[in-house]
C-alpha cells in the first residue's frame, strides 16, 4: 500500500482509531506515525492506535494541535500509515527516565534497534536508515538525547517534543500501546523509497542589539541573567516595556532570541516568566553567548518555497510529508489567522504534523518546521 496521510476529528479514541484504520486499508506491518490531542486520554489512545494496527509498529505523542492537509485539529488524531513495501524494515525502543541520567539508556536503546533490524552496521549508513525521535516536551532533555545519538550514529534522527496546550502537564509519547511520560520512542526505519529532511524558519535579527546570558542554569534552561540584570527586565527594556507592562506572550509568540551564526538563525523561544525575573526557555542557553531578538516574516510564504524545494529534490515525486511545526509557529499563525493557509499548501503533497515544544534535526531546535519528504 501506498503511505496514507489521514485524519480523524475529536471523538472516543476507539472510535478515531477505527476510522483511520478502516481508511487506511491492510498496511500489513509497516509503521504507523500520529499525533493526538493532548486532551485525549493519552492510556486509551495508545491502546487504541495500537489494537488498530495489529503488526504494525505504532508510535505517537501527544499535540497541542493536529493537522494534514485539511486543516488543524484541537482533539483530533493525524497519522501517516507506512505499509510494509513502503517501509520493509522497522523497529522502535522506548527510553523512559530522561529526568535523570539518559545517555546510557539512549545507548542501551540505539544498540537495539540495529539488533532487531539484523543489521550490525546499520547505525553507520545513513543513506539506507532513518531515524526518528519522538520526546515528552516536558523533560528538557532533548538535547542530551540527541547528543548522544550523534556520537552513537551516523543516521539522522529527526522528529518533535510532544506538547499540551501550554500547561506543561499533559505530554505524552505513546509506544506499542502505551503512553508514557518522562519518556522518548527512538525509531530506526529502512525505507523503500525516497526520503529527505529539511528545516525552515521564519525570522531575521529584529535589531543589532545584542542580549548575553550572564548567569543561567543549562539543566532547568533558565537565565537568571541577561547582561547583568534580571532576564525579564532586560528582555523587556529591548522591546521598550517593563517587566509590569509587558505581555509574555507577545515576548514568547512574536520576539524569541536568537543565535546567529555565519548568515544562519537558531531560535531559543522563551517559554515561562518566572517571580524571581529569570526566564526558562525551550532549548539551553549557555553564559557568554551573545543573542539577538527576532522579528518574524512571512510563514505561508516561506514555507511554500521550502516545500517546492524538497519536491524539486525529489524529483517532484513526493508521497507524503512529516510536518514537526514548532508550537511557536502555530501560534504566530493562529494570531494572523492563516492556519488553514498553512495546512492546504501544497495540496498536491499530503502532509501531516503537529505544533511541537521543539523540533529534533542535527540537534534540538526551536521555532522551526521540521519535515520529511517521502517519495511517491
Known sequence: MPIRVLSAPPGAPEAMAGSLRERAGAPGGGLVLYF??????PARTAKAMADAFPGSEVVGCS?????????FTEGGVAALVFGRDAVPAVSAALVTGLLEAAGPKVEEAVRGLAADLGDPEALSQYDRYLGLALMDGLT?????????????????????????QYTFDRAWVAFRGEAHRAASVLVLARPAVRWQAGMTLSWQAWDAVALTPTRVDLARRRVFELDGRPAIDRYAEVLGFTRDNLDFNYLQI?????????????VRAPAIANP?????????????????????????????????????????????VVDFCCANR????????QLDAYARLAPETPRAGFATYGEQYLGHMNCTSTMIAFGA
Open 140 to 164: 528538557r532533555s532533548e538535547e542530551a538525547v540527541m547528543e548522544r545519538l550523534g556520537d552513537l550514529s551516523h543516521v539522522a534522527f529527526v522528529g518533535g517534543s510532544a506538547s499540551d
Open 276 to 320: 524571581d525575573g529569570s526566564i526558562d526557555f525551550f532549548c539551553r542557553l549557555h553564559e557568554g553567548t551573545p543573542l539577538r531578538v527576532l522579528n518574524s516574516t512571512p510563514i505561508v510564504a516561506e514555507t511554500a518555497a521550502h516545500l517546492e524545494s524538497l519536491r524539486a529534490r525529489m524529483d517532484g515525486r513526493v508521497g507524503a
Open 330 to 337: 502555530h501560534g504566530l499563525l493562529k494570531a494572523a489567522r
Open 36 to 41: 493526538a490531542s493532548c486532551r485525549l486520554d
Open 254 to 266: 512574536s520576539h524569541p532570541l536568537g543565535l546567529v551564526a555565519q548568515g544562519e538563525i537558531f
Open 63 to 71: 499535540s497541542c494541535c493536529e493537522y494534514t492537509n485539511a486543516g
